[in-house]
């Protein structure tokens, strides 16, 4: 049984098509910069938005009435619901999908439950994988819905509830390596605090380095090849979150030495709930060498919430996309639409719409970005910015060369008297936007 009988496998028809159910711009095995788009750009689809979520919020049920979400038996509900993602998958024409332990299989009342419902559904998202060819670009567990994570998970109180999520990891690396999984993600959406008057901050710092020492054991004990990635969030569901942004993950992972083990997963809407731009908080996890993974999104610049919208603009992806490229590209990771449509969109039809949209936008957008890193003329302006430090002085400053009191005195002795020089940024400004409405 077809779950989407209306609708033939996207295919890709030019700028010139008018079709809502065909691409425009990607075109999946164009060479861009030498290797085809589908390889740049490594798109994914999220079990939880596209086929999990109800059409819920905080104010209102479900509005959606997917065949896949009918009452049923629950383990009979989760085998249809990878028939239709995978369906779904496979006529969208995207390479990847990314879930939670939780999405593709029924809790159950005991770990031994989750772990048996769990076991059965891997067997079933194997097949599927083999018979379409469909990769997983990660797996994570969901360790924060359940009540017994309102106080966090590796952060909790109770070191009971820190065993039980260490069960749910176990099981959701160890799944993601055998479905072949290029990564593996750990979001801490209860790891944070409510209220500092009843939080030990150290202590819950501690047991999160802990528990991400015990991952990283794992991982090499597996022979997983892939990278574990930390996904940043400054908030929501809690106050405050640990992970707040790239920068903060960064100095947690220093602290407990973790720096060269694990590396970031950005997700645009965080980026912008922790008062950063998307390409700030790419280039600043470039800058730092823990460059992962994008959850490809967007935030309602009128919400201080996360809206979790499909991506929409070309020039915020194509500054995006041009720092990955110049990164060298994704090592593992990939564009994850952690993206919903909206609550009144309600036919199955619409999860296609967003998608190819989205495709879209990101296809454009690398094909933008490709031709700013060809002539590479922000590179160009960078290199002559800092060109002082190239020169013998500047390359003996930063070798350590002086101390602060003999740098003063070559100061004072040289009488330096250095005037500000121009950063041209309304002239770079206009070179980006050659380059994208071109």
Same mark, same amino acid.
């Given at each position: 049984? @077809? &779950?989407?009988?209306?609708?033939?496998?996207i295919? +890709?028809?030019?700028?010139?098509?008018?079709?809502?159910?065909?691409?425009?711009?990607?075109? %999946?095995n164009?060479?861009?910069?030498?290797?085809?788009?589908r390889?740049?750009?490594?798109?994914?689809?999220?079990?939880?938005?596209t086929?999990?979520?109800?059409?819920?919020?905080? =104010?209102? *049920?479900g509005t959606?009435?997917?065949?896949?979400?009918?009452p049923?038996?629950?383990?009979?509900?989760? !085998?249809?619901k990878?028939?239709?993602? =995978?369906?779904?998958?496979s006529?969208?024409?995207?390479? +990847?999908?990314?879930?939670?332990?939780?999405?593709?299989a029924p809790?159950g009342?005991?770990?031994?439950?989750?772990?048996?419902?769990? *076991?059965?559904?891997?067997?079933?998202?194997?097949?599927?994988?083999?018979?379409?060819g !469909?990769k997983?670009?990660?797996?994570t567990?969901n360790c924060?819905?359940n009540?017994r994570?309102? %106080?966090?998970?590796?952060?909790?109180?109770?070191p009971?509830v820190f065993?039980? %999520?260490?069960?749910?990891?176990?099981?959701?690396?160890?799944?993601?390596q055998?479905l072949?999984?290029?990564?593996?993600v750990?979001?801490?959406g209860r790891?944070? +605090?409510?209220?500092?008057?009843?939080?030990?901050?150290?202590?819950?710092r501690?047991?999160?380095?802990r528990f991400?020492?015990?991952?990283?054991?794992?991982?090499h004990k597996?022979? =997983?090849?892939?990278?574990?990635?930390?996904?940043?969030?400054?908030?929501?569901?809690?106050?405050?979150?640990?992970?707040?942004?790239?920068?903060?993950?960064?100095?947690?992972?220093?602290?407990?030495?973790?720096?060269?083990e694990?590396?970031?997963? !950005?997700?645009?809407?965080?980026?912008?709930?922790?008062?950063?731009?998307? &390409?700030?908080e790419?280039?600043?996890?470039?800058?730092?060498?823990?460059?992962?993974?994008?959850?490809?999104n967007?935030?309602?610049?009128q919400?201080?919430?996360?809206?979790?919208?499909?991506?929409?603009?070309?020039?915020?992806?194509?500054?995006?996309?041009?720092? $990955?490229?110049?990164?060298?590209?994704?090592?593992?990771?990939?564009?994850?639409?952690d993206?919903?449509?909206?609550?009144?969109s309600?036919?199955?039809?619409?999860? =296609? &719409?967003?998608h190819?949209?989205?495709?879209?936008v990101?296809?454009l957008?690398?094909?933008?970005?490709?031709a700013?890193?060809?002539?590479?003329?922000?590179?160009?302006?960078?290199d002559?910015? +800092?060109?002082?430090?190239?020169?013998?002085?500047?390359?003996?400053?930063l070798?350590?060369?002086? @101390?602060?009191? @003999?740098?003063?005195?070559?100061?004072?002795?040289?009488?330096?008297?250095?005037?500000?020089?121009?950063?041209?940024?309304?002239?770079?400004?206009?070179v980006?936007n050659?380059? $994208?409405?071109?």
């Amino acid at each position: 049984m @077809s &779950h989407f009988p209306t609708v033939d496998k996207i295919r +890709y028809e030019g700028p010139a098509s008018d079709s809502p159910l065909a691409f425009r711009h990607y075109d %999946a095995n164009k060479l861009i910069l030498g290797k085809p788009m589908r390889e740049h750009l490594r798109m994914a689809v999220c079990y939880w938005h596209t086929f999990v979520w109800p059409g819920s919020d905080v =104010f209102g *049920a479900g509005t959606f009435k997917r065949p896949w979400q009918r009452p049923a038996d629950p383990m009979e509900q989760a !085998i249809g619901k990878a028939e239709a993602a =995978f369906e779904f998958f496979s006529k969208l024409g995207i390479d +990847y999908y990314c879930f939670h332990d939780t999405d593709i299989a029924p809790e159950g009342s005991s770990l031994k439950e989750y772990r048996n419902n769990f *076991a059965q559904m891997i067997d079933h998202l194997e097949r599927h994988q083999e018979q379409t060819g !469909i990769k997983l670009l990660w797996g994570t567990a969901n360790c924060f819905s359940n009540p017994r994570f309102a %106080a966090g998970a590796a952060s909790n109180p109770d070191p009971e509830v820190f065993a039980f %999520a260490a069960a749910q990891v176990f099981s959701a690396m160890n799944a993601t390596q055998r479905l072949k999984g290029s990564n593996y993600v750990l979001w801490g959406g209860r790891e944070g +605090y409510e209220t500092l008057l009843n939080t030990d901050l150290k202590q819950e710092r501690e047991q999160l380095g802990r528990f991400m020492r015990m991952v990283v054991e794992h991982k090499h004990k597996i022979g =997983f090849t892939g990278d574990l990635l930390i996904e940043p969030k400054p908030q929501e569901p809690t106050k405050h979150q640990y992970d707040y942004d790239s920068a903060t993950v960064f100095g947690f992972l220093q602290q407990f030495g973790l720096e060269d083990e694990i590396k970031v997963n !950005i997700e645009a809407n965080h980026a912008t709930l922790a008062g950063h731009s998307f &390409h700030h908080e790419i280039a600043t996890a470039v800058s730092l060498g823990i460059f992962g993974s994008i959850d490809a999104n967007r935030g309602d610049p009128q919400n201080g919430w996360d809206t979790d919208q499909f991506p929409n603009s070309v020039e915020e992806m194509t500054l995006a996309t041009y720092e $990955i490229l110049k990164a060298g590209g994704f090592k593992n990771g990939g564009f994850n639409f952690d993206s919903k449509v909206r609550r009144q969109s309600l036919d199955e039809i619409d999860l =296609f &719409h967003g998608h190819v949209a989205a495709m879209d936008v990101l296809a454009l957008s690398l094909e933008r970005a490709a031709a700013m890193v060809q002539n590479d003329q922000l590179q160009q302006f960078k290199d002559q910015r +800092y060109a002082g430090w190239q020169q013998p002085f500047g390359k003996a400053v930063l070798a350590g060369e002086f @101390s602060l009191e @003999s740098l003063a005195q070559k100061a004072f002795a040289d009488e330096l008297n250095p005037q500000a020089v121009s950063g041209r940024q309304e002239m770079l400004e206009n070179v980006v936007n050659r380059f $994208i409405y071109r």
